[in-house]
Structure formats: structure tokens, C-alpha cells
């Protein structure tokens, strides 16, 4: 039976559990409920036997919708974190970041094979749902980044531990920049391990709920060749222009570059939020032990980060005013120093430090 929290549709089928994203009209970006419902729900497939395969997507179309139904996971409710810290001090924004930090544990370290269908609009919270799956579908409707920069908070539900595992210099520029990732570029860069055309998806379901453990040949058989990342070209300029792990190195080469791209992604690097940019630096630069002491990090960072100005009037200006002009105090990366970064960085108090759900006790994924 379908245990239908309202935003999550969580069922059981066989020897499948299915997780279904169904906010449709915030682009299933994450609240503080759906996380809940999907931690209830793996904590109990883990319990049960005979669960082999986690598939987690978007809900199709309501009957009667305005628009199809169009986004994996916009990210996290940062509106309603924004007003936490303007109501209670950011008691309920913290809650949520705990809780969301463990569901990504959980999916983490889950016995099931774990498959995401990257069918839309994946950034920030939903990158933090897909990558912890051993499979990760793209398809033509795919549109990934991480783009905390726009609002001042930073890239967070495990980014630190993905993003410097990936090619080159790819990680740090997809957050400095922003970029938007097509289907293409997400199997070329590693976030999907497949590449499939949205129309087999729902095929590519119906075979892995008749055989849970062919998850791999299922959607190896049914995967087609992308056509080329574009991205694939810029990788040599990124990996060398990226290649500093100071903001003001990075800013030095894309300025004294002298080409059109690099004027672009300057302009990119400049518009977004100087704290957020060395924050990620730091954290892209350094590794965890396990990806425990990485929640448990960005845990810490992000109880620092929506205290902030930056944050504040990041989500003013993209979600809630829209006029896109946030005023980055500090404005510039001079301004960003070391003793602020150590701050925003340092452990919390014991009492308050992010722990794993209790069901989650065993041994973390190698990375
Ligand atoms: C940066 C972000 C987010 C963002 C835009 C950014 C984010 C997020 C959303 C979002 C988008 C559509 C919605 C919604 C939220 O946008 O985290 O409720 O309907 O959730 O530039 O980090």
C-alpha cells in the first residue's frame, strides 16, 4: 500500500521500494516532512527483508495539472529556512538541514541497490537524493547544478564529499559558476551512470520491479549514447583555470585569459555570493574520513551559513523578491577572510553536532 505523506509517495512493491517526489509546484524542492517520510520509509526497507532495489523519482503529472510535472528536486525549502532565521532564531532551519542531511546518510550507506531517475530539474537538495544512488539515470529533460552561490548558502547534502571526486576541476566550477548540466554532460561528468530517452523510463521501472537485482543490465540495455557532452570541450580550460584553490587565483586566470569563454564565466564567478565561493573552495580542497564526518561538517557550516546576511538576501533575491540583485556583503573575495572561513567552519558544541539516524549504524560506503 502506498503510504502517501502528502509530498512523498513512499510504496512498496515486491521486493522494490519506490519514493516518489510529488510537489510538483515547487519543483519537489525538499521540506522538512518529505525528508521524514523518506527516512520512515528506507529505516523500515532496511528492517524488512526482501527489499532489493530503492528506485527514487518524480511523480508523474497529476490528473488535471496546469504543467506537466517537470522536476526531479529543485533543491530544499530555503524560503521557509530563511524565515525560520527571521522568526526563531533558525531553530526550524537547522531541524531541516539535520534531518535532510540524514536521509542523504541513509540513502548512503543503504543496503538496497539505489537507483535515482534524474528525469528533470535536479539541483542542490536533489543532486544530495541522486548521487548517493549507485544508479543515476539522466535524460534529455535533465538540468543539474549546484547553485547555492545564487543565494549565498553553499553546496551542501554531500557535495563536499562528490564533488572533488569528480574529473579535474569540474566540481569547483560547477559551483563557482552555477552551470546547468544537460543529460549529456551529467553521464560525461559521472553524476549519471546511465543515459536513457525519458520514453524508456517507465519501462526501464516496470523490468526492474519484475527483477530487482538486474538493476544494472536493465538499464544497461535500455541506455543510449548521448550525443557529446559539450562540456567535454571546456574540461581542459576549466582544469586549468580552476585549478587554484584561492577564489582570487581563479578570478586572476579567467580575467587574464583573454577569450570569450573565460569573460563569461568570470562574469558568472563574480555575480554569485564571495563567501559562498571560498566556503566551497575549503571544503572541496579538504576530505572526510567517512561520509559521516562529511554531514557532519556541512552540518556545521550550514548552521553558520543561513545566520548570514548573504543568505538572507540570496533567497530574497531569487525566490522571494526575484529581482536577482543581492547585495554580498562581503562584496568582494578580499573581503572574505581566513578568521571568517575558520569560524564558519569550526565544530559545533557538542550537544548540538549533527548525528546519523540510529539505523544507520554500519560501516560507511569506501569512497
Ligand atoms: C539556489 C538554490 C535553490 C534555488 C535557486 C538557487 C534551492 C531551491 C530552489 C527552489 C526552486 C523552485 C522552487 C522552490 C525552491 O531554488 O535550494 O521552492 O519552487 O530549493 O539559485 O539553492
Given at each position: 500500500?502506498p503510504a502517501?505523506s502528502?509530498?512523498v509517495i513512499a510504496a512498496r512493491?515486491?521486493?522494490?521500494g519506490h519514493l516518489s517526489?510529488?510537489?510538483?509546484?515547487?519543483?519537489?524542492?525538499?521540506?522538512?516532512?518529505m525528508c521524514e517520510a523518506i527516512i520512515a520509509a528506507l529505516v523500515q526497507w532496511r528492517g524488512a527483508?526482501?527489499v532489493?532495489?530503492v528506485i527514487i523519482?518524480?511523480?508523474?503529472?497529476?490528473?488535471?495539472?496546469?504543467?506537466?510535472?517537470?522536476?526531479?528536486?529543485?533543491?530544499?525549502?530555503?524560503?521557509?529556512?530563511?524565515?525560520?532565521?527571521?522568526?526563531?532564531?533558525?531553530?526550524?532551519?537547522?531541524?531541516?538541514?539535520?534531518?535532510?542531511?540524514?536521509m542523504?546518510?541513509l540513502l548512503?550507506?543503504a543496503?538496497?541497490?539505489?537507483?535515482?531517475?534524474?528525469?528533470?530539474?535536479?539541483?542542490?537538495?536533489?543532486?544530495?537524493?541522486?548521487?548517493?544512488?549507485?544508479?543515476?539515470?539522466?535524460?534529455?529533460?535533465?538540468?543539474?547544478?549546484?547553485?547555492?552561490?545564487?543565494?549565498?548558502?553553499?553546496?551542501?547534502?554531500?557535495?563536499?564529499?562528490?564533488?572533488?571526486?569528480?574529473?579535474?576541476?569540474?566540481?569547483?566550477?560547477?559551483?563557482?559558476?552555477?552551470?546547468?548540466?544537460?543529460?549529456?554532460?551529467?553521464?560525461?561528468?559521472?553524476?549519471?551512470?546511465?543515459?536513457?530517452?525519458?520514453?524508456?523510463?517507465?519501462?526501464?521501472?516496470?523490468?526492474?520491479?519484475?527483477?530487482?537485482?538486474?538493476?544494472?543490465?536493465?538499464?544497461?540495455?535500455?541506455?543510449?549514447?548521448?550525443?557529446?557532452?559539450?562540456?567535454?570541450?571546456?574540461?581542459?580550460?576549466?582544469?586549468?583555470?580552476?585549478?587554484?584553490?584561492?577564489?582570487?587565483?581563479?578570478?586572476?586566470?579567467?580575467?587574464?585569459?583573454?577569450?570569450?569563454?573565460?569573460?563569461?564565466?568570470?562574469?558568472?564567478?563574480?555575480?554569485?555570493?564571495?563567501?559562498?565561493?571560498?566556503?566551497?573552495?575549503?571544503?572541496?580542497?579538504?576530505?572526510?574520513?567517512?561520509?559521516?564526518?562529511?554531514?557532519?561538517?556541512?552540518?556545521?557550516?550550514?548552521?553558520?551559513?543561513?545566520?548570514?546576511?548573504?543568505?538572507?538576501?540570496?533567497?530574497?533575491?531569487?525566490?522571494?523578491?526575484?529581482?536577482?540583485?543581492?547585495?554580498?556583503?562581503?562584496?568582494?573575495?578580499?573581503?572574505?577572510?581566513?578568521?571568517?572561513?575558520?569560524?564558519?567552519?569550526?565544530?559545533?558544541?557538542?550537544?548540538?553536532?549533527?548525528?546519523?539516524?540510529?539505523?544507520?549504524?554500519?560501516?560507511?560506503?569506501?569512497?
Open positions: 500500500m502517501a502528502g509530498e512493491t515486491g521486493a522494490v517526489l510529488d510537489r510538483p509546484r515547487a519543483l519537489n524542492a525538499l521540506t522538512t516532512k527483508h526482501g532489493e532495489a523519482d518524480h511523480a508523474p503529472t497529476r490528473p488535471g495539472a496546469e504543467r506537466p510535472a517537470r522536476g526531479f528536486c529543485a533543491g530544499g525549502d530555503v524560503a521557509m529556512v530563511r524565515a525560520s532565521v527571521q522568526a526563531d532564531g533558525g531553530a526550524a532551519g537547522r531541524a531541516f538541514f539535520h534531518t535532510e542531511y540524514r542523504n546518510h548512503f550507506t543496503p538496497q541497490i539505489t537507483v535515482a531517475f534524474m528525469d528533470g530539474v535536479t539541483m542542490g537538495g536533489g543532486v544530495g537524493l541522486a548521487l548517493p544512488c549507485r544508479y543515476r539515470v539522466a535524460t534529455e529533460n535533465t538540468v543539474l547544478a549546484m547553485p547555492e552561490g545564487a543565494i549565498g548558502l553553499f553546496p551542501d547534502v554531500g557535495a563536499g564529499w562528490y564533488l572533488p571526486r569528480l574529473p579535474g576541476r569540474i566540481g569547483q566550477f560547477l559551483v563557482l559558476t552555477g552551470a546547468r548540466l544537460d543529460g549529456a554532460e551529467c553521464l560525461w561528468a559521472g553524476f549519471a551512470t546511465h543515459y536513457l530517452p525519458a520514453d524508456r523510463i517507465e519501462e526501464a521501472k516496470a523490468a526492474i520491479a519484475r527483477e530487482p537485482r538486474a538493476v544494472e543490465a536493465v538499464l544497461d540495455a535500455l541506455a543510449v549514447e548521448p550525443s557529446p557532452a559539450r562540456l567535454a570541450g571546456n574540461a581542459e580550460a576549466i582544469d586549468r583555470l580552476f585549478v587554484s584553490d584561492r577564489l582570487e587565483d581563479i578570478l586572476a586566470a579567467l580575467r587574464s585569459d583573454g577569450g570569450a569563454w573565460a569573460a563569461s564565466e568570470l562574469a558568472a564567478v563574480t555575480a554569485k555570493c564571495p563567501t559562498t565561493a571560498k566556503v566551497t573552495l575549503r571544503l572541496l580542497a579538504q576530505r572526510r574520513p567517512d561520509f559521516a564526518a562529511e554531514m557532519a561538517l556541512e552540518y556545521a557550516i550550514a548552521c553558520r551559513m543561513i545566520l548570514r546576511h548573504d543568505f538572507l538576501d540570496g533567497v530574497r533575491a531569487v525566490l522571494i523578491d526575484k529581482d536577482h540583485a543581492p547585495r554580498w556583503d562581503p562584496a568582494t573575495p578580499e573581503g572574505v577572510t581566513e578568521a571568517m572561513l575558520d569560524a564558519i567552519f569550526a565544530p559545533l558544541p557538542e550537544a548540538e553536532r549533527w548525528t546519523p539516524h540510529p539505523a544507520a549504524a554500519v560501516a560507511a560506503r569506501p569512497g
